[in-house]
């Protein structure tokens, strides 16, 4: 006998989804094969379990076996295919009549832009000759101006609606595609072997993975002062051909196994190195005869040496290392591959603001957030879409942050703040002390906040390292001083530059070699000394 389904909570994992469908059947005393389908072929025989209860006070239920069955389907549901047929023959009749409205619009510009190429020559060559006044050549062209305008909003408009159109006749294709591929389609079927004392009525529960379906962590970061309104959103997709309706949905890191053979340890050896026959020691002149132990087992073993407001969307669940979000709201995905969002968490988080700049390399300044992740789970790896306001600023990504973990996010150029260096010095001093010929360099940073507000800037320049014991390379001076010189001679300035302030930033070094001694270097000092 075969019993209605209906699909009651989805989980979805990186790479697959677990679907769990509940139907009801009223079986007589006996035994009886109940069947559940048809299912879509991604779903994984290996994956179904099934479980039974009675309702009210019927007898007992008693499950003794589960089998999958595949079939294929030479043709797709005939009343599915016309829909989606008429659906497909009405987007292209729409767009015959689109393609009719620019064709329309393209030829009516055409004429404008001849009547206003003519009408000025005409209207030139009569207000030359006292035949016109200004008003009236000036009424002519500036109709003719009005009706181009308003013929080029037309196109937009019209050119618009044909994208939309192409991307909806796209989908509805992708779906024909998929409904008939002849021969090709794969379908399920889940046979339940139960029996039943006496007259029962029984709730049937069904679990079972799919492939084709998966979900990514995605981030909107909106910049609102020194807060910033992270929401953190999944990012789901499948094409594992069933829709799922609107109902409860998981989002889980978890990576389901299917192998239900327990772990076993392989043995782990140690030996001596012998080294390979000397035609192979001849190809490699580093090779290393020393005798060593090498380890035979896993090499990664080898290895081992503010405040803030949350609106949750989603309730979070732990299972090890697992984390699993319980989406509040229902929500249906279809099974056309498209995205999906569905947003996990609301976070409000105290941010430290500051700008980057490296005038070195380029002239933009960079506006970059320090945020602490203050939730209580952690944010997985994901591309953050950002805004300044309601303006959109870029993209950019974060690696893994865990709970109470200080993470950075780039929030773009910030036009409003300048950045920009200058050679002021290059000199080759005359005089030699002794064998040592000295150059000096010196260069000039200007910068310059824009904004109303108070700017906190970070600049870094640098000095090149000498990679010779005679080369001698030296910060002479500096103004103001850098908050830090590294061991790679990297400069580093923390400044807070107030509204509208213009301030500089000048250092020179020398660089000292033996006169009969050519270097070369990267950057300018190349091109200087070599």
């Given at each position: 006998m075969?019993?209605?389904?209906?699909?009651?909570?989805?989980?979805?994992?990186?790479?697959?989804?677990?679907?769990?469908?509940?139907?009801?059947?009223?079986?007589?005393?006996?035994?009886?094969?109940?069947?559940?389908?048809?299912?879509?072929?991604?779903?994984?025989?290996?994956?179904?379990?099934?479980s039974?209860?009675?309702?009210?006070?019927?007898?007992?239920?008693?499950?003794?076996?589960?089998?999958?069955?595949?079939?294929?389907?030479?043709?797709?549901?005939?009343?599915m295919?016309?829909?989606?047929?008429?659906?497909?023959?009405?987007?292209?009749?729409?767009?015959?009549?689109?393609?009719d409205?620019?064709?329309?619009?393209?030829?009516?510009?055409?004429?404008?832009?001849?009547?206003?190429?003519?009408?000025?020559?005409?209207?030139?060559?009569?207000?030359?000759?006292?035949?016109a006044?200004?008003?009236?050549?000036?009424?002519?062209?500036?109709?003719?101006?009005?009706?181009?305008?308003?013929?080029?909003?037309?196109?937009?408009?019209?050119?618009?609606?044909?994208?939309?159109?192409?991307?909806?006749?796209?989908?509805?294709?992708?779906?024909?595609?998929?409904?008939?591929?002849?021969?090709?389609?794969?379908?399920?079927?889940?046979?339940?072997?139960?029996?039943?004392?006496?007259?029962?009525?029984?709730e049937?529960t069904?679990?079972?993975?799919?492939?084709?379906?998966?979900?990514?962590?995605?981030?909107?970061?909106?910049?609102?002062?020194?807060?910033?309104?992270?929401?953190?959103?999944?990012?789901?997709?499948?094409?594992?051909?069933?829709?799922?309706?609107?109902?409860?949905?998981?989002?889980?890191?978890?990576?389901?196994?299917?192998?239900?053979?327990?772990?076993?340890?392989?043995?782990?050896?140690?030996?001596?190195?012998?080294?390979?026959?000397?035609?192979?020691?001849m190809?490699?002149?580093?090779?290393?005869?020393?005798?060593?132990?090498?380890?035979?087992?896993?090499?990664?073993?080898?290895?081992?040496?503010?405040?803030m407001?949350?609106?949750?969307?989603?309730?979070?669940?732990?299972?090890?290392?697992?984390?699993?979000?319980?989406?509040?709201?229902?929500?249906?995905?279809?099974?056309?591959?498209?995205?999906?969002?569905?947003?996990?968490?609301?976070?409000?988080?105290?941010?430290?603001?500051?700008?980057?700049?490296?005038?070195?390399?380029?002239?933009?300044?960079?506006?970059?957030?320090?945020?602490?992740n203050?939730?209580?789970?952690?944010?997985?790896?994901?591309?953050?879409?950002?805004?300044?306001?309601?303006?959109?600023v870029?993209?950019?990504?974060?690696?893994?942050?865990?709970?109470?973990?200080?993470?950075?996010?780039?929030?773009?150029?910030?036009?409003?703040?300048?950045?920009?260096?200058?050679?002021?010095?290059?000199?080759?001093?005359?005089?030699?002390?002794?064998?040592?010929?000295?150059?000096?360099?010196?260069?000039?940073?200007?910068?310059?906040?824009?904004?109303?507000?108070?700017?906190?800037?970070?600049?870094?320049?640098q000095?090149?390292?000498?990679?010779?014991?005679?080369?001698?390379?030296?910060?002479?001076?500096?103004?103001?001083?850098?908050?830090?010189?590294?061991?790679?001679?990297?400069?580093?300035?923390?400044?807070?530059?107030?509204?509208?302030?213009?301030?500089?930033?000048?250092?020179?070094?020398?660089?000292?070699?033996?006169?009969?001694?050519?270097?070369?270097?990267?950057?300018?000092?190349?091109?200087?000394?070599?």
């Amino acid at each position: 006998m075969n019993i209605e389904t209906k699909i009651t909570q989805v989980t979805v994992y990186p790479a697959s989804a677990r679907i769990v469908r509940t139907g009801q059947a009223q079986l007589n005393a006996g035994e009886h094969d109940v069947i559940v389908g048809p299912l879509p072929g991604a779903l994984s025989e290996e994956s179904v379990r099934v479980s039974g209860k009675t309702l009210g006070n019927s007898g007992q239920l008693r499950i003794h076996g589960v089998e999958v069955r595949t079939k294929y389907v030479v043709n797709a549901p005939e009343p599915m295919l016309d829909e989606l047929q008429k659906q497909l023959e009405a987007l292209q009749g729409n767009i015959v009549i689109i393609d009719d409205q620019i064709a329309v619009q393209k030829a009516r510009q055409e004429f404008l832009s001849t009547l206003r190429n003519n009408a000025a020559a005409t209207g030139a060559k009569a207000l030359t000759k006292g035949k016109a006044d200004f008003a009236s050549v000036n009424a002519v062209m500036t109709q003719v101006a009005g009706e181009l305008d308003d013929s080029h909003m037309q196109l937009r408009t019209a050119t618009q609606q044909r994208r939309e159109l192409d991307k909806q006749i796209e989908m509805i294709k992708a779906k024909l595609s998929q409904l008939q591929q002849a021969g090709n389609s794969i379908r399920r079927e889940i046979h339940i072997l139960v029996s039943a004392q006496a007259e029962t009525n029984c709730e049937l529960t069904l679990t079972y993975l799919v492939n084709r379906a998966e979900w990514q962590p995605i981030y909107d970061a909106r910049v609102m002062n020194d807060k910033i309104e992270l929401t953190y959103l999944a990012q789901v997709s499948q094409n594992s051909g069933e829709d799922w309706p609107a109902t409860q949905l998981l989002i889980s890191t978890a990576q389901p196994a299917l192998n239900s053979n327990l772990p076993e340890l392989e043995p782990s050896y140690l030996d001596v190195y012998r080294p390979p026959a000397r035609k192979a020691m001849m190809r490699s002149a580093q090779m290393d005869d020393t005798p060593m132990l090498m380890a035979m087992a896993d090499p990664t073993s080898a290895m081992d040496t503010d405040h803030m407001e949350m609106h949750s969307m989603a309730q979070v669940d732990r299972s090890g290392t697992a984390i699993t979000y319980r989406v509040l709201h229902p929500v249906a995905v279809q099974a056309d591959g498209a995205s999906h969002k569905t947003t996990i968490a609301e976070l409000k988080l105290s941010a430290t603001l500051d700008n980057f700049s490296v005038p070195k390399m380029v002239g933009e300044v960079y506006a970059r957030a320090k945020v602490t992740n203050a939730a209580n789970y952690i944010l997985l790896p994901g591309q953050v879409t950002i805004f300044q306001g309601d303006e959109f600023v870029g993209n950019t990504y974060i690696d893994s942050i865990a709970p109470n973990e200080e993470f950075e996010i780039q929030l773009g150029v910030n036009p409003q703040i300048s950045a920009e260096r200058e050679l002021v010095t290059r000199n080759v001093v005359k005089t030699l002390i002794g064998n040592v010929r000295r150059t000096e360099i010196a260069y000039r940073i200007k910068l310059h906040n824009h904004m109303p507000t108070p700017a906190q800037l970070s600049v870094h320049d640098q000095l090149p390292i000498a990679q010779h014991e005679e080369i001698k390379v030296k910060l002479q001076s500096a103004d103001p001083k850098p908050n830090e010189q590294s061991d790679l001679n990297i400069l580093k300035w923390a400044l807070t530059l107030k509204a509208g302030e213009t301030r500089q930033i000048q250092f020179n070094y020398t660089i000292e070699h033996p006169k009969d001694m050519r270097i070369v270097g990267q950057g300018i000092e190349r091109r200087l000394i070599g």
